[in-house]
């Protein structure tokens, strides 16, 4: 706090002295009666009640039935006053929001055709943007199918390689095997053949795979 603040509150606490104060007989001081305020405090509460009030004064006083019927028509005849201002406040309300709309659409009204062009503009636009994204995403989507279709041709095509070797090595192998095979032209030359080299089958083996026993085949 600065000394200005404090010269103001030590001059203004010699008004108040003043006021209440004044000097008396051989430089005494009195104070002022009119300045003072008599203070009656409160009662404890400890001590109860006052004994000058009976019980029935606190008692609780239930209304009657005609106070009923009076205070009815009172909150009924409230109501419909109050609901009528309500009503008269939103109409007042109403008013004022179409007039502030009609004023707003009026001062639109100059500016509409630009307006209008301005939007159309910017639709075309968006539509346009919106065209080369459609345009893009479809193209990337025909590549897409392209490359895909291409792809199943080309593993068609691998697998019907594999299976051509396959197939003509099943053929050289059926080929070379058809060598041995009996035919009408060399019917006679396998029959001397096998009976020149008679294969005997009479034999037992024993766990080992070892031929311990042969039997001769009489023709």
Known sequence: MGMSAVCRQHMRLKQILKSVCFAGEQGSIRVNPSCLISVRFR????????????PS????????????????????????????????????????QQLEATITSNEMKWDEEGHHQKCMSYNEAENEKLRTVRMERIQDEITARQKFEQTKVEEKEKEAEILKGELQKQVEKVIKESKDWITLENLEEKITEAIDNPINFNFCVDERGVIIKRTAQVL
């Open 43 to 54: 009662k404890p509460k400890f001590l109860g009640r006052a004994p000058s009030k009976e």
């Open 57 to 96: 004064y606190f008692a609780k006083k239930h209304p009657t039935e005609k106070d009923v019927e009076s205070n009815t028509a009172l909150y009924r005849n409230y109501n419909a006053i109050l609901k009528s201002l309500v009503c008269g406040f939103q109409e007042d309300l109403l008013r004022k």
